[in-house]
Nanobody, 118 residues
């Protein structure tokens, strides 16, 4: 059973915006910390944004004030709204439903590619 599925990636120009979606199984949606990671070519996977089960948000410095994480409990979906995109934001973005207190852990999506280029 697939628990986490991302969508919404694509090609966007520098300065543009894009919204990623992550559908999470209802079985785990409300009891997991929801994270967005990314992995650029030749680089390690890095955590960009996180939302706890209580709705507390946390952002890495490299996305702060540009990206926003949010959740829709009815749709069991977590979003990543990205704006002011830069070429260095080009990466595969992964959604992760983490077991609270254990990092890394939990279920991962297959990833969605975001390319920022003119």
């Amino acid at each position: 059973q697939v628990e986490v599925v991302e969508s919404g990636g694509g090609l966007v120009q520098p300065g543009g915006s894009l919204r990623l979606s992550c559908k999470v199984s209802r079985r785990i949606f409300s009891v997991r910390t929801l994270n967005w990671y990314r992995q650029a070519p030749g680089k390690e996977r890095e955590l960009g944004a996180s939302m706890s089960t209580r709705g507390i948000k946390d952002y890495a410095d490299f996305v702060k004030d540009r990206f926003t994480i949010s959740r829709d409990n009815y749709r069991s979906t977590v979003y990543l709204q990205m704006s002011s995109l830069k070429p260095e934001d080009t990466a595969v973005y992964y959604c992760n439903a983490e077991v609270p207190g254990y990092r890394p852990s939990g279920e991962w999506g297959q990833g969605t590619l975001v390319t920022v280029s003119s």
